[in-house]
């Protein structure tokens, strides 16, 4: 019990300090980065040279993610400057009245479809600007995409997360896809209900229960019949493609409450006579630029052909726990998620100098305001990424799952199920991504399913469900999103209303396993 309390004390640190104390997240993370440092040596057993290869390996990581960071902001203001970003929420408003379901179509339908496409934080960076834009506060333009696409996170981006729990847990794809669709398509309802409950509470969500439950269901059913017909690899993908189709029928039919009319004096339109293709011509750009990038071999390989990375030694602590020989998460110098952005950026950026859309001197003023978005993040996130690492390393993470699932051993073996989502989710917290979770704990979850005869394949879903709805409370996540709407340095208040959302939607996904569970043992399965 002292080790969990211990391994829960670095995430109890920056929480405090983030939500209570209001500190950003630079100041937050370097605080509870030296208190992790401090119980991995004298109750873990780290050694320095684990701390240091742990730490550099968040460098690493830092650097992958901030690529995308620089690149996307550079690609917003580009945009922004050229009237873009005004021109789209007014084509949002024209497509409908309703706020709430403007709310809805760009923080939970886009947000998947980026999420399928790209990932690795680009539906944060891309529409939390787009939110801002249209009027509504910073915290929600940040809040709503996190949560919104945190469900499609396992199949989107060519599901390389789904592909690392099949790779770590040697079970194949075919046998988890069915629960796995299932919770991931219930859990995206609810993620779409929290998007809608974030800007109006329950009389929102029950004011758009039809139009959400039609988009939601269509998404979901289109994702499990991917899934399971072998093609996962396009379950996000084509989810979202689908959601943004329904979603433009729903509007044709849907009439706004009354009370819930957009207020046209939230935009100020000062490019009325932009075309909104033109205002598109980035994000459309971005689409073709990622498809040839994922869909077309030579393309892929040529923009992989150079890449940085470095290996790492195999470490141990003085307890025994080993963490084997890797390499750092590569980055495709030129085929990474931020190169196809700056190319989407240059290519912006002709497009708009040459119909006339800057004045003198744009160049800098980009460059200006990127720099003051995107240099707190820079400096926030290396001590964030690294405290999860080092955590990971030193087997404080695994503690805290291990500790958790004791109290569902004997006769509660049957509940598991519940606490499964949540292991999964502080895997993604702890380590910022979905597919290290499945990494770290995929073959925990499955021993401990078998040990107590209960559906492996269940559980398993359950693990990587939590993961992908736990990618919401990333902090590097957060700090993108942050930086994009002027909030660097005061991310708690982003954190707050993610990490409560966080936890009842991983609460009810527990919740929705244990009912798959019992309905399987009714059936004899």
Known sequence: MTDFLLAALPIATILFLMIKANWGAARAGAAAWFVTVVIAIFTFGAPIDMLIIAQAKGVMLALYILYIVWAALILYFAADEAGAIKTIGRAIRQLTDDRPLQLLILGYVFATFLQGVAGFGVPIAVIAPLLLGMGFSPVLAV???????????????????????IGVTGIPGTELTHYSAILLGLSGFTCGAAVLWLDGGFRTVRRRIVPLVII?????????????????????????IAGLVTSIIVTRFWKPHPDDVADPSDVHDDHHHMPLIEALTPYLVFMVIVGLATFVPPVEDFLSGIRLTFDFPAVSTALGWQINAESAKAIAIFGHPGALLLYTALISFTFFKIRGR???????????????????????????????????????????????????????????????????????????????????????????AELSGISTALVLAAQATGASLGSMLAPSKILVGCSTVGLSGKEGPVLSVVLKTGVILTALCGFMALGLLLISMMNGG
């Open 216 to 240: 939601a269901g269509v998404m979901g059913v289109v994702q499990y019949l991917m899934a399971n017909y072998g093609v996962w690899t396009l379950g996000g993908l084509t989810a979202g």
């Open 143 to 165: 809040a709503a995409p996190m949560i919104g696409h945190s469900w499609s996170v396992l199949f989107g981006n060519m599901a390389t997360s789904f592909e690392a729990l």
């Open 358 to 448: 800057y004045d003198n001197g744009i160049a800098k003023r980009i460059w200006q305001r990127t720099l003051k978005s995107g240099l707190p993040t820079s400096v926030g996130m290396v001590p964030v990424i690294g405290l999860a690492l080092i955590m990971d390393h030193a087997g404080m993470t695994y503690a805290l799952a291990e500790g958790g699932a004791a109290l569902f051993s004997g006769s509660f073996a049957i509940a598991y199920p519940v606490l499964a989502p949540a292991i999964g989710a502080l895997g993604a917290f702890m380590t910022g991504s979905t597919n290290n979770s499945n990494v770290v704990f995929g073959m925990f979850q499955r021993h401990t």
